[in-house]
């Protein structure tokens, strides 16, 4: 029985890895063929089979070539997550001046994560100058853009104060569209100003029903706090 069960298992990973190259040959010939989104998602494919160690060679230099060919090609998606390589130097040598010129362009062209990354490098002094009131104006893009990690991180910096002017009902109000939004670490940050009391009523029931949303949510570190 423990044969059979193992010749059906090798039988059923043989099948699954068969699928998957005839993707990636799906999508290889699209790519081949003009169409930019397909290169971006054999690159994802790559990068993120790679990473998993699913039996291939690492080869983030084929990753990082078919995102500068989707990239090249106009999807922005592609140029954000070129830099990313630069940034991290897989696939390519580190080098953090393309990577931010990679970031502006995706951002340019509507692609949120862009913004999202030149945000953290502003705020982080990676690669740029710091300069809190441009991290705060890329961040605030991001949240207008739909990506409520943007808004988690606008208000956080409109409770410090930090790039923009310390305004605690703007933070609040940010912290609630993230959390309504899905960004768990919004509820959480909201449940810790109600819980201190920092620039509203303090309240600790509803920070602590936050704290839960954000636990049940998948947030792990609120789990502690409820």
């Known amino acids: ?22 993707v990636d040959r799906a999508l290889q010939r699209a790519c081949d ?20 160690g699913e039996g291939l060679p690492q080869d983030f230099a084929r990753v990082a070539n078919l995102y500068e060919e989707a990239c090249n090609g106009g999807e922005m998606l592609a140029c954000n997550n070129l830099g990313v390589r630069y940034h991290r130097g897989e696939g390519v040598i580190r080098d953090m001046d393309r990577a931010v010129t990679l970031y502006e362009q995706a951002c340019d062209g509507g692609a949120m994560p862009g913004c999202l990354n030149l945000a953290n490098r502003y705020q982080a002094s990676n690669g740029v ?16 853009g739909g990506v409520m990690r943007g808004c988690t991180n606008v208000g956080n910096m409109y409770r410090a104060g930090g790039g923009v002017t310390q ?8 912290y609630e569209q993230a959390c309504d939004g899905g960004d768990m670490r919004g509820c959480t940050n909201l449940g810790n100003m109600y819980q201190a009391g920092d620039g509203i009523t303090q309240d600790l029931t509803h920070a602590a029903s936050l704290y839960e949303r954000a636990c049940d949510g998948g947030w792990r570190p609120a789990c502690a706090r409820r």
């Open 1 to 22: 029985m423990k044969k059979v069960l193992l010749l059906a298992f090798g039988l059923g990973v043989a099948i699954w890895l068969n699928y998957q190259k005839s």
């Open 33 to 52: 063929g003009g169409t930019m989104e397909a290169c971006l998602d054999l690159g994802n494919r790559y990068r993120d089979r790679y990473r998993d």
């Open 167 to 174: 305004d605690f009902d703007r933070a609040v109000d940010l």
């Open 129 to 144: 100058t710091r300069n809190l009131t441009r991290a705060a104006e890329f961040h605030e893009q991001v949240c207008n």
